[in-house]
């Protein structure tokens, strides 16, 4: 069976990918550095799919320890590229540790790649390329639009190093996703999102508000150009997202790609607001979570939502899940982090 190497498989969107892919029948082996993850992750996974998946804690960055992750597991044929830096306001502070992390990891993939005859590489990249997006549903075409930070361009220039290396190689194929603002946790609640100190997403900071851990929710402008005022975004449950990375990668093996460097949006094609989805939140869930207008957020986008339409046509998938669900899930995944402490 085929092998797929999954980096920051024990992440947020890798480690539910980790198990869409085992029960999709692929083996695994999941390289991380836990820099922003916990080994107890496996444990989750062990839980829900019956088998420990294969882990080596390696640094992507790290040419040695990558080579002989390649050399231990000879029957890899297709990467799926998650580990990375993605705290917007600390990659303005940091920006060469960004560029470090998440341009040199994917350099030494793409070496280690060709030595090894490794052709196919997923790549998880981000509608942050689109910045604000003239024409809404943004699709695949729209142009990329000046990166408004430091870890939002080094998703824009991995996206151009993976188009460079392909137009030098006929032999590699890459598929690029970008995602909208994927939520949620597995129905189990055994594995989630795991945010490091204060959350900077929206949907941990509000699990975590009805939790109690934090006092209030900040809602981050209440000016903007929509109907409650709210930024909009389109939130995709992160199972859905998984399972377009097992699509991708059968896509990719059955050598179905029609062009070398294929990109696909993945969201759901729906654009919720800040408010409807605290509202959401609470009436599904009956937990009250306080919360405050405050100011806009610096570079925050006012609105965005995918057309999703190439990847329902072309790769044949459509996210499924309802918010109301996703949230739900959200809340349960929160709730057993508590009863764990
Ligand atoms: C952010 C990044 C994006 C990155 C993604 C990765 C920016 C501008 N964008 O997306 O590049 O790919 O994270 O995780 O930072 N909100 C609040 N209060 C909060 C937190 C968020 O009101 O405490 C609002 C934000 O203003 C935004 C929405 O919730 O309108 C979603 O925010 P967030 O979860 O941070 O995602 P993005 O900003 O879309």
Same mark, same amino acid.
């Given at each position: 069976m085929a092998r797929v190497l999954v980096t920051g498989g024990t992440g947020y969107i890798g480690s539910h990918t980790v198990v869409e892919l085992i029960s999709a029948g692929y083996d695994v082996v999941i390289v991380d550095n836990l820099s922003n993850s916990d080994a107890e992750v496996l444990n989750g996974i062990e839980q829900i799919i019956g088998k420990r998946p294969p882990f080596e *804690?390696? =640094?992507c960055n790290d040419y040695a320890g990558m080579e002989q992750v390649f050399n231990k597991y000879d029957d890899i044929c297709a990467v799926?590229?998650? $580990?990375?830096?993605?705290?917007? &306001?600390e990659s303005v502070e940091k920006p060469l540790m960004y560029y470090r992390n998440n341009i040199g990891s994917l350099i030494t993939l793409l070496e280690l790649m060709k030595e090894h005859g490794v052709v196919n590489i997923v790549f998880s990249s981000s509608c942050t390329v689109? &910045?604000? +997006? =003239?024409i809404l #549903?943004? =699709?695949? @075409? $729209?142009?990329? *639009? #000046?990166?408004?930070s430091p870890y939002g361009n080094t998703k824009q220039i991995n996206e151009e190093i993976i188009r460079d290396t392909a137009h030098s190689d006929a032999s590699l194929h890459a598929t690029l996703l970008r995602y909208f603002n994927p939520i949620g946790a597995h129905p189990s $609640?055994? /594995? &989630?999102?795991? +945010?490091n100190g204060v959350p900077q997403n929206l949907l941990p900071f509000v699990t975590q508000t009805a939790a109690g851990i934090r006092k209030e929710l900040k809602v981050f402008g209440d000016d903007y150009d929509t109907p409650d005022g709210s930024c909009i975004r389109d939130y995709? @449950?992160? /199972?859905?997202?998984? *399972? $377009?990375?097992?699509v991708a990668v059968r896509r990719m093996l059955e050598k179905k790609s029609l062009e070398q460097v294929e990109v696909f949006n993945l969201g759901t094609g729906r654009g919720l607001s800040v408010l409807e989805i605290l509202r959401t939140f /609470?009436?599904?869930?009956g937990v009250n979570v306080p919360y405050q207008i405050v100011g806009r957020r610096e570079g925050d986008i006012e609105k965005v939502w995918a057309? +999703?339409? *190439?990847?329902? @046509?072309?790769?044949?998938?459509?996210?499924?899940?309802?918010v109301e669900d996703t949230l739900l899930s959200a809340w349960r995944w929160q709730q057993r982090l508590m009863n764990k402490v």
């Amino acid at each position: 069976m085929a092998r797929v190497l999954v980096t920051g498989g024990t992440g947020y969107i890798g480690s539910h990918t980790v198990v869409e892919l085992i029960s999709a029948g692929y083996d695994v082996v999941i390289v991380d550095n836990l820099s922003n993850s916990d080994a107890e992750v496996l444990n989750g996974i062990e839980q829900i799919i019956g088998k420990r998946p294969p882990f080596e *804690k390696v =640094d992507c960055n790290d040419y040695a320890g990558m080579e002989q992750v390649f050399n231990k597991y000879d029957d890899i044929c297709a990467v799926i590229h998650f $580990a990375a830096s993605k705290a917007v &306001g600390e990659s303005v502070e940091k920006p060469l540790m960004y560029y470090r992390n998440n341009i040199g990891s994917l350099i030494t993939l793409l070496e280690l790649m060709k030595e090894h005859g490794v052709v196919n590489i997923v790549f998880s990249s981000s509608c942050t390329v689109y &910045g604000q +997006p =003239d024409i809404l #549903p943004v =699709d695949e @075409n $729209a142009p990329i *639009k #000046p990166a408004l930070s430091p870890y939002g361009n080094t998703k824009q220039i991995n996206e151009e190093i993976i188009r460079d290396t392909a137009h030098s190689d006929a032999s590699l194929h890459a598929t690029l996703l970008r995602y909208f603002n994927p939520i949620g946790a597995h129905p189990s $609640a055994l /594995i &989630g999102e795991l +945010p490091n100190g204060v959350p900077q997403n929206l949907l941990p900071f509000v699990t975590q508000t009805a939790a109690g851990i934090r006092k209030e929710l900040k809602v981050f402008g209440d000016d903007y150009d929509t109907p409650d005022g709210s930024c909009i975004r389109d939130y995709i @449950n992160v /199972i859905d997202l998984a *399972k $377009a990375h097992v699509v991708a990668v059968r896509r990719m093996l059955e050598k179905k790609s029609l062009e070398q460097v294929e990109v696909f949006n993945l969201g759901t094609g729906r654009g919720l607001s800040v408010l409807e989805i605290l509202r959401t939140f /609470i009436k599904v869930t009956g937990v009250n979570v306080p919360y405050q207008i405050v100011g806009r957020r610096e570079g925050d986008i006012e609105k965005v939502w995918a057309n +999703p339409d *190439k990847a329902n @046509n072309v790769l044949g998938w459509k996210a499924q899940e309802t918010v109301e669900d996703t949230l739900l899930s959200a809340w349960r995944w929160q709730q057993r982090l508590m009863n764990k402490v």
